[in-house]
């Protein structure tokens, strides 16, 4: 267990839906990261937080939004859903201003039909 | 932006060494890292490198070159449940984004 919560594990939704991915981070770890890995890929950066405030965004799509909440907690919306959007999107936590180890949720499967 | 190769396949015997290579570009570059991640799940983390040399961590080892922008990771006496998905990642820039490899398949074989 890595200590960081991801909710919910599974998500099967229609096109045209939107739907609300969720992060505990670790305890004490003050940055969060988003990946998104689709079928035997790799894992593409979308959006690093850190202590509330945005700070790197990769290959997110426009239709994707994400903040971190006071207690940490962070949340990746993403909204007029398509097929290609069925992915895992991991969430990873790491101490301090990040960059060394860091620490992967379970994954959410979204399933987009 | 950042980029790293990395070999997408790679088949070993139990017992035997094998070593998963990475090259990368990136600017602000602090580290190298690797995770495993077995079908399904959760990147693992496996070590991290911020210096030049090599990093031991019982059966695997992490070495990194900045001045050649690569990296390696050397994993010994194989086992059937190293059988995963291996990627580097480097960490760069002010915030220390973590950007990852396309991974390598490694296939352990009895």
């Known amino acids: 267990d890595s200590g960081v919560t991801q909710t919910p594990k599974h998500l099967i939704t229609a096109t045209g839906q939107r739907v609300t991915l969720r992060c505990s981070p670790r305890s004490g770890d003050l940055s969060v990261y988003w990946y998104q890995q689709s079928l035997d890929q790799g894992l593409q950066f979308l959006i690093q937080y850190y202590n509330g405030e945005e700070r790197a965004k990769g290959n997110i799509l426009e239709r994707f939004s994400a903040q971190q909440f006071p207690d940490l907690h962070s949340e990746l919306n993403l909204s007029s859903l398509e097929l290609g959007d069925s992915a895992l999107y991991f969430c990873?936590?790491?101490?301090?201003?990040?960059?060394?180890?860091?620490?992967f949720g379970q994954g959410t499967r979204l399933t987009v039909v | 932006g950042q980029s790293l190769e990395q070999p997408s396949e790679v088949t070993a015997v139990e017992g035997a060494i094998v070593q998963i290579n990475c090259t990368y570009q990136t600017s602000g570059f602090y580290g190298l890292s690797w995770y495993q991640q077995h079908d399904g799940g959760a990147p693992t983390f496996l070590s991290y490198?911020?210096?030049?040399g090599l990093e031991e961590t019982g059966r695997f080892s992490s070495f990194l070159s900045r001045s050649d922008s690569y990296g390696y990771l050397l994993l010994q006496e194989l086992q059937m449940k190293d059988s995963a998905s291996y990627f580097c990642a480097v960490s760069s820039g002010s915030a220390r984004q973590l950007t990852f490899g396309s991974g390598t398949q490694l296939t352990v074989l009895p």
């Open positions: 990873a936590s790491s101490p301090q201003g990040g960059g060394t180890e860091a620490f």
């Open positions: 490198n911020a210096l030049d």
